[in-house]
């Protein structure tokens, strides 16, 4: 079976450090691999915050996951803090994705990357939304 392939850009708009906590550990005594895509989405709640959104609210749709892609690079340990780097690409009429890069901040390590297939979506329609202009706008695409 072929490998995920993530193409990451150059640069990333956002950037925000999580702490691991016990809690993100697993029984290898590293992050676990759930955690890690519990700890990207914190950090998919802070950009959408930077922006001044929510992820009920971007210029008045929701943003709804639709898929996920991770590759990992190596281990992340209790106590360490991770930088988290994201950015949007790729939108089309519905959606867009979510690129993100995560690196252990002492060392630069390269710990994952991976991207989110977001959805745009309107909750009291239950059905999707195109990607507001005024969203790609302000991310400067």
């Known amino acids: 079976m072929p490998r995920i392939k993530i193409d990451l850009p150059d640069t990333f708009v956002f950037s925000t450090e999580v702490s691991i906590y016990i809690g993100h550990i697993n029984y290898g005594h590293h992050l676990d ?8 989405s914190e950090a998919r709640v802070r950009f959408f915050k930077s922006l ?3 992820e009920m609210d971007v210029e008045g749709v929701g943003v709804i996951v639709a898929d996920v ?22 939108f ?9 890069k995560i690196s ?3 060392s630069g390590r390269e710990v ?11 909750y009291g329609l239950r059905k999707p939304a195109c ?11």
């Open 112 to 122: 994952a990357c991976g991207k989110h297939g977001m959805m745009c979506f309107d």
């Open 69 to 90: 892609a991770a590759q990992y690079r190596s281990e992340a340990f209790h106590g360490e803090t991770l930088v988290i780097e994201m950015t949007a690409n790729d």
């Open 131 to 141: 990607v507001p202009p005024a969203f790609v706008t302000k991310l400067g695409v």
């Open 52 to 54: 001044g959104y929510s």
């Open 33 to 40: 691999n759930a955690q890690l895509i519990a700890l990207v």
């Open 104 to 106: 252990e901040k002492t």
């Open 92 to 100: 089309n009429k519905y959606g867009f994705d979510l690129v993100w």
